[in-house]
DNA sequence: CTGAAAGCGCTTACAG
DNA sequence: CTGAAAGCGCTTACAG
């Protein structure tokens, strides 16, 4: 029923090989015979079986994508949607495919990952998190197979993992000294997941400015909750709860953002007039809140695009020396921002 | 170096067809046989390579899931999003790898799902959108291929196709009832693309309330946009700047009416005591709203889990007659909803 | 209960 | 420039 190689061959009185080779565009087949065989190729409605040719080949031409767990709720921040795209972006014009991860939890993420190289489902691998002890990473490090993380590898590894990651250190440090050029002094940090690499090396970049400008750090205006949304409004209440209140506040993530802004609200706490908030991805959503939010753009589809392109260097030349790319981050000025009024609330 | 079946069926003094059995869990083999082979397979570390597998069996165990074309900016959209979680779910239950559509636009789609199915890439299909007339769903059906479409397939196809969707007509109506027993009499309708399914059957469950209620329909109450959140910016002038405005709006889409607060904020427009909205999906950041929307709940995740599970069944008995399932739907009432004021704008 | 053999649909040295 | 043959790593009748 399903047409082969055999069936065009036989047509256009060749053998299987040339066909295979009319395929490949091999320079040595006479431009007659390609023309003949193509001909058969397009009446028959001939489609190459891939898994005969993976089979053979060793390889496959897609990639794996790797989702954090479902424990995370990736899905519900709208950062994966937007790496998801650039990723289909590069690999629709490298005519590579695109196998997803479906593991629930982290466990079962190394055992899908295990599975996706060893059965050579996938010829590389994108992982779409990173955090600070990943046995995935020890694991596709040991096979020698080609993948890059969007995000950061840890510390150590920085040398031997392929990446492309932001500048978040330098990025947060360039929205806290915005905010102290806007006379702000007690700033607020509200973090994620404190084993998050994003966490944490924001955190450094907003101690690095607070320390630069001659700030004391206060402890207690640092806080950190591992709930998208709700860990903003909790962060509200902790800070505005203390003696002396920030009257600016820097969030790692637009989704969070808005959890602080709704929790401000109904505290009656005007955003930008008594609370300065800044926040970071400028996610699609945070132009649309009321108000809109001042938010460091970080240039998500061009993370996924590069980090396509980038793996696909590395399945090309598997031998390669690992690289990092940095993308760039802009500041986008909304209305959550505005100079320090003096009054304290 | 990489090792298979031959070299555990060496190491465990078995044939190659033995070893292929043991992983089968055939019956017929000695639980003695099967101990030893799978110590083997254990110890040298074996894998199943798929591509082999998949070539003698003709089937992939992975399942092709189409997004619409980048044109619409689906990963905008957190409905995307949330039916991939349901379908990732169901096929991580069902040990089903999922593959994932590249396509830029509408013409590649058609393309590529042609290649998916001819190349036996993968087993069945997942369409995430609907359209009144398209070429992939005829393509499908021609090649008796199975697939489900979450949404609605034409009229003239619904026997023919197997969907999950929500009865839309149905909810819409029920949504404009809710509001005329908030005695709202000027209600409008905004929609987003007119060819989509989902825009027409909320239009005419719109229609069929009012009608039902004696109102008599005014056209230009019923304005449609597609684009997702600046169309319900648009949609609010054209609506507000009418001599006789209406007092209450039922908007296709969350972001859109994200679009559509935040037109009528900065208009001065007071919500919901100048104007009352509601919209559909209860997208995660229909709640984080200010204020927080009133929605209709379709129950996206199990869209997409449905869709899976449909699938599977008729993946596993290709002549089956087509079913469909229809998704529950429930409304959710937050405070952008309220009885009419009785005062014109 | 298990093995030998053929075959799935390709590709690629090796000849000529 | 093209063909015949072997092989990729599995599975499954067919024997025994």
Chains 1, 2 share one sequence.
């Not at 029923?1 to 040339?18: F, L």
């Not at 694991?139 to 950061?152: A, K, M």
């Not at 993992?161 to 000294?177: G, I, L, Q, S």
């Amino acid at each position: 029923m399903t047409i082969t190689i055999k069936d065009v061959a036989r047509k256009a009185n060749v053998a299987p090989s040339t066909v295979s080779r009319v395929i490949a565009n091999h320079s040595t087949i006479s431009t007659k015979t390609k023309e003949k065989v193509r001909a058969v190729m397009e009446e028959l409605g001939y489609y190459p079986n891939v898994n005969a040719r993976n089979l053979v080949n060793n390889h496959t031409n897609v990639i794996g994508v790797i989702m954090p767990s479902a424990t995370y709720a990736p899905f519900h921040n709208p950062f994966f949607p937007e790496v998801l795209r650039g990723i289909t972006t590069q690999a629709n014009e490298q005519r590579y495919g695109l196998y997803l991860s479906t593991s629930q939890t982290d466990l079962d993420i190394l055992e899908e990952v295990k599975e996706m190289v060893y059965s050579r489902r996938v010829d590389g691998i994108i992982l779409l998190y990173s955090t600070v002890a990943d046995p995935v990473i020890d694991f596709l490090l040991d096979r020698s197979f080609p993948f890059v993380v969007v995000g950061q590898p840890p510390e150590q590894l920085k040398e031997s993992v392929f990446f492309v990651n932001n500048d978040n250190v330098k990025a947060a440090k360039m929205v806290t000294e915005y905010l102290l050029l806007l006379k702000h002094e007690r700033i607020a940090f509200v973090g994620g997941r404190q084993d998050a690499f994003v966490t944490i090396d924001r955190k450094n970049g907003y101690i690095e400015a607070l320390e630069a400008s001659g700030i004391q750090i206060d402890e207690s205006l640092l806080v950190y909750h591992d709930e998208i949304f709700e860990g903003g409004e909790k962060a509200v209440i902790e800070l505005m709860s203390q003696k002396n209140p920030p009257s600016a506040m820097i969030v790692t993530d637009d989704l969070m953002a808005l959890g602080v802004l709704r929790m401000l609200f109904s505290m009656n706490v005007s955003v930008p007039d008594d609370m300065s908030v800044v926040s970071f991805n400028n996610v699609l959503m945070s132009k649309l809140s009321t108000p809109p939010l001042t938010t460091l753009d970080i240039h998500i589809h061009e993370l996924g695009y590069k980090a396509a392109q980038m793996l696909r260097q590395c399945i090309l030349d598997p031998k390669a020396s690992p690289k990092s790319h940095i993308v760039n981050h802009h500041l986008i000025r909304r209305a959550t921002s505005k100079t320090f009024n003096g009054m304290s609330i």
